[in-house]
């Protein structure tokens, strides 16, 4: 698909044509580097600056890198069994996990359920939060 645009300052009578692909598919990682690029370029733009917003550590890790995981393993009549998850049915679990585990791992907090700022309490059962959505998260096999 293909559309005409008429470039502004070309002398030409005829249309420039530029072609747009619409059918492209982004992965979540690209979409959310074009997403905090895109941010960073309109503040920096209104703020009169340049450079990163973002301190340099922050980085995407994979969530679901099993590399350096031993499996859990147990002895049967059977034989030996491996319980293996499936990274793809662990994969909403573990940046459940991930995401209420921020504060202790950054030093901000002893214990997720300490973090006035998580949905951790109120997923817990100590704190009575109007923004969480149990039904949701139990859809998706979501526990804390």
Same mark, same amino acid.
């Given at each position: 698909?293909?559309?005409?645009?008429?470039?502004?300052?070309?002398?030409?009578?005829?249309?420039?044509?530029?072609?747009?692909?619409?059918?492209?598919?982004?992965?979540?990682?690209?979409?959310?580097?074009?997403?905090?690029?895109?941010?960073?370029?309109? $503040? *920096?733009?209104?703020? +009169?600056?340049?450079?990163?917003? =973002?301190?340099? %550590?922050?980085?995407?890790?994979?969530?679901?890198?099993?590399?350096?995981?031993?499996?859990?393993?147990?002895?049967?009549?059977?034989?030996?069994?491996?319980?293996?998850?499936?990274?793809?049915?662990?994969?909403?679990?573990?940046?459940?996990?991930?995401?209420?585990?921020?504060?202790?791992?950054?030093?901000?907090?002893?214990?997720? $359920? *300490?973090?006035?700022? +998580?949905?951790?309490?109120?997923? =817990?059962?100590? %704190?009575?939060?109007?923004?969480?959505?149990?039904?949701?998260?139990?859809?998706?096999?979501?526990?804390?």
């Amino acid at each position: 698909m293909s559309h005409s645009h008429q470039l502004s300052g070309h002398s030409s009578s005829e249309p420039v044509n530029v072609s747009h692909q619409f059918t492209k598919e982004r992965s979540i990682n690209d979409s959310i580097s074009i997403l905090l690029r895109s941010y960073t370029r309109a $503040i *920096n733009k209104q703020e +009169s600056r340049t450079g990163s917003l =973002f301190q340099h %550590r922050t980085k995407a890790i994979c969530l679901s890198d099993t590399s350096g995981v031993t499996p859990a393993q147990f002895q049967t009549n059977y034989g030996t069994i491996i319980n293996v998850d499936d990274p793809d049915k662990a994969y909403p679990q573990s940046c459940f996990n991930y995401i209420h585990m921020n504060p202790v791992n950054a030093g901000l907090s002893n214990n997720p $359920i *300490n973090w006035e700022f +998580s949905s951790y309490p109120d997923y =817990f059962g100590v %704190r009575n939060g109007k923004l969480i959505n149990r039904e949701r998260a139990n859809e998706f096999g979501l526990h804390i």
